[in-house]
């Protein structure tokens, strides 16, 4: 939805760089406990993981109902509704 794009943009934003912090900081802990192949192999493990939680929550929401997602869509005369439908000029693009 539109009124949650400017949060997910902050989220998105400070996650990777806490992220990036919280990794530069335990990397070197990995390495000098199990070795420098064992950090490949925890964050490895972890993207696989998130991944996955990722798969089974990150499921797309409808934001309204049929009837108000309708009532959003232009009319089929505007010529928004039909430059959606239109060819791509390729030959004058390129």
Do not use: H, M, T
Request: a negative charge; proline letters at 11%; hydrophobic letters at 50%.
């Amino acid at each position: 939805p539109e009124a949650e794009r400017s949060r997910a943009v902050a989220v998105l934003g400070s996650g990777s760089k806490l992220g990036n912090i919280i990794a530069l900081v335990v990397a070197p802990q990995v390495i000098a406990a199990y070795g420098w192949p064992a950090v490949f192999y925890v964050f490895g493990f972890l993207g696989l993981a998130w991944g996955a939680v990722w798969a089974v929550l990150g499921e797309d929401r409808e934001p309204c109902g049929p009837e108000a997602c309708a009532a959003d869509e232009p009319p089929l005369d505007e010529p928004a509704a039909r430059a959606a439908d239109a060819p791509v000029p390729w030959s004058r693009i390129l």
